[in-house]
């Protein structure tokens, strides 16, 4: 499966998220992400890397894809978004994450997870 170019905001999500995106495994030619640096450039990158490697950009207005994978190998990452600024969008609670907060220096989960599957996209996966 392959996602057609868009932005987070085409989903509904703050304009200001940035996408933060680490491989687990190395990413190279069409297995890795593709996006524009900021809104509009259209300056195409691979993001391409070893295991480790990280990437922030404004993916709430930026766009980005993936293709085909035609390399026979399969990219693994953890991605997060980043809300800059309080907005309402579709990661309020009860939709698309589940809340955190601070609690003595660090972040907590706050009440259950979320077990209803986002029809958007899928997420947080189906579990049947």
């Known amino acids: 499966m392959t996602l057609g170019p868009h932005c987070d905001a ?6 200001s998220t940035v996408i933060v995106s680490c491989l687990l495994t190395p990413a190279y030619g069409t297995n890795a992400l593709i996006y524009e640096s900021s809104p509009g450039r259209e300056n195409w990158t691979a993001f391409e890397g070893s295991e480790g490697a990280a990437l922030a950009f404004p993916g709430g207005l930026a766009a980005h894809f993936t293709s085909e994978n035609t390399t026979g190998v399969t990219r693994w990452s953890i991605d997060a978004r980043l809300l800059v600024t309080e907005a309402e969008s579709s990661y309020d609670a009860g939709c698309y ?3 955190a907060e601070r609690v003595d220096g660090a972040w907590r989960r706050v ?4 077990d209803a599957v986002d029809p958007r996209v899928g997420i947080p996966f189906d579990r049947k």
Do not use: M, R, T
Not at 10 to 15: S, V
Not at 111 to 114: D, P, Y
């Open 111 to 114: 009440g259950a997870e979320i």
């Open 10 to 15: 085409a989903y509904g999500h703050a304009p």
């Open 97 to 99: 994450f589940a809340v």
